[in-house]
């Protein structure tokens, strides 16, 4: 239960508006969380359901790929606007060249996720 007291731990001289940022992107990032974990679990779930009823339509299979794509892809568009609140509670350079990096690949995922999901849907 470590992990607990690490999750509500203050650091020492932390001013209010700096504690409201770090509870906020803690929300906003257990947020995206969440929504990713929903998907994948409403995703397996429709798998095995389409495994034992129907084992030959790989249309039904393209079509839970493509909700599941675009659960990913809002869970992590949460989980950038956490990084970004945090960047701007403490904006030193190396914070901010974290964040571009994170922003970069997550923008490339996103942008393969969208291209495969526009095929999916065209099928």
Not at 17 to 39: F, H
Not at 45 to 67: C, E, S, V, Y
């Amino acid at each position: 239960m470590e992990w607990i007291e690490n999750f509500f731990l203050v650091p020492e001289g932390t001013t209010l508006l700096a504690l409201l940022l770090m509870v906020i992107k803690k929300i906003i990032a257990l947020i995206g969380t969440i929504v990713i974990l929903w998907g994948a679990c409403v995703a397996i779930f429709q798998f095995i359901g389409h495994r034992q009823n129907a084992p030959k339509r790989m249309d039904t299979i393209d079509l839970i790929r493509l909700k599941f794509g675009r659960t990913i892809i809002l869970g992590l568009e949460f989980i950038v606007a956490a990084d970004v609140i945090a960047t701007t509670s403490a904006p030193d350079y190396y914070s901010i060249g974290i964040l571009a990096s994170l922003v970069g690949i997550r923008t490339f995922l996103t942008y393969f996720m969208n291209r495969e999901l526009i095929a999916l849907s065209k099928k």
